[in-house]
């Protein structure tokens, strides 16, 4: 691993946005941890997620869209098999109501044995169990998590 440079990292919604718009509550912090990332996987479902909150940041949206495509960060559409495994996902933690999009970053964690993640959604990703009894290692503790 080059100096400097931590882990494999997949990216949620939340921790996107907090990346890309400077005014996000904890923008320095998942600036920090995502640019440390030797991989930073952004799950299909959640490029659409972001695309949705961004609408107003335009801007923001078009820097992340260059950063993907120049490779800087990698894209992981989830296939058929992971979006079946993602709605086991949905149906065994049923409870939390995860939905489809958080059940997809489930399936690609398993998928790819990436357990690291940046997230705001610390009260459904520190609840999840995943195949094999792994747990999420939240990357960052944002000051205000989301508790949806």
């Given at each position: 691993?080059?100096?400097g440079?931590?882990a494999?990292?997949?990216?949620?919604?939340?921790?996107?946005?907090?990346?890309?718009v400077?005014g996000?509550p904890?923008?320095?912090?998942f600036?920090r941890v995502?640019?440390q990332?030797r991989?930073?996987?952004?799950p299909?479902?959640v490029?659409?997620?972001?695309?949705?909150?961004?609408?107003?940041?335009r801007?923001?949206?078009?820097?992340?869209?260059?950063?993907l495509?120049r490779?800087?960060f990698?894209y992981?559409?989830p296939?058929?098999?992971q979006?079946?495994r993602a709605?086991d996902?949905?149906r065994?933690?049923?409870?939390?109501r995860?939905?489809?999009v958080?059940?997809?970053?489930?399936?690609l964690?398993?998928?790819i044995?990436?357990?690291?993640?940046?997230?705001?959604d610390?009260r459904h990703?520190?609840?999840?169990?995943l195949?094999?009894g792994?747990g999420f290692?939240?990357?960052?503790?944002?000051t205000?998590?989301d508790r949806?």
């Amino acid at each position: 691993m080059p100096a400097g440079s931590a882990a494999a990292l997949i990216c949620d919604t939340g921790a996107l946005i907090d990346y890309l718009v400077e005014g996000a509550p904890d923008h320095r912090r998942f600036r920090r941890v995502i640019d440390q990332a030797r991989t930073r996987y952004v799950p299909g479902l959640v490029l659409a997620e972001v695309d949705y909150f961004l609408r107003d940041e335009r801007a923001a949206m078009q820097a992340f869209m260059q950063d993907l495509s120049r490779g800087a960060f990698t894209y992981a559409p989830p296939t058929l098999g992971q979006l079946a495994r993602a709605m086991d996902v949905d149906r065994r933690f049923a409870d939390l109501r995860l939905g489809l999009v958080d059940s997809s970053i489930v399936a690609l964690a398993e998928s790819i044995g990436v357990y690291r993640l940046a997230t705001r959604d610390v009260r459904h990703f520190a609840a999840v169990r995943l195949a094999g009894g792994h747990g999420f290692e939240l990357a960052v503790h944002p000051t205000d998590p989301d508790r949806s």
